[in-house]
């Protein structure tokens, strides 16, 4: 299984960034999907989360109505593209799958596969 993220970089407050998450080695149309992300010194958390057939999306309060979740399952690729950054969502962000639905209360020890992150810096 492998999980490749990329997109990440450096961008300025108020910029646009998107992200990509290449899946391989399982089922991926038939797999939740989600992104989270950690900062330093903080914990990992939930940034959302996209049904196995796209039609069910989930955003953390702190990113709705700025970051938009999509997916590709002829290509099986997951996205994030993220609007209006801010310097608190520098982070490292990480996609992961899971059998289950990708919400903000779900489990992140839960989660079935994860894949390596993405630095995301955005300077004020």
């Known amino acids: 299984v492998q999980l490749q993220a990329s997109g990440g970089g450096l961008v300025q407050a108020g910029g646009s960034l998107g992200l990509s998450c290449a899946a391989s080695g399982f089922t991926f149309s038939t797999y939740s999907m989600g992104w989270f992300r950690q900062a330093p010194g903080k914990e990992r958390e939930f940034v959302a989360g996209?049904?196995?057939?796209?039609?069910?999306?989930w955003y953390a309060d702190s990113v709705k109505g700025r970051f938009t979740i999509s997916r590709d399952n002829a290509k099986n690729t997951v996205y994030l593209k993220m609007n209006s950054l801010k310097p608190e969502d520098t982070a490292v962000y990480y996609c992961?799958?899971?059998?289950?639905?990708?919400?903000?209360?779900?489990?992140?020890?839960?989660?079935?596969?994860w894949g390596k992150g993405t630095l995301v810096t955005v300077s004020s």
């Open positions: 992961a799958a899971d059998e289950g639905p990708v919400t903000p209360m779900r489990d992140l020890s839960g989660m079935d596969y």
């Open positions: 996209i049904s196995w057939n796209g039609i069910s999306t």
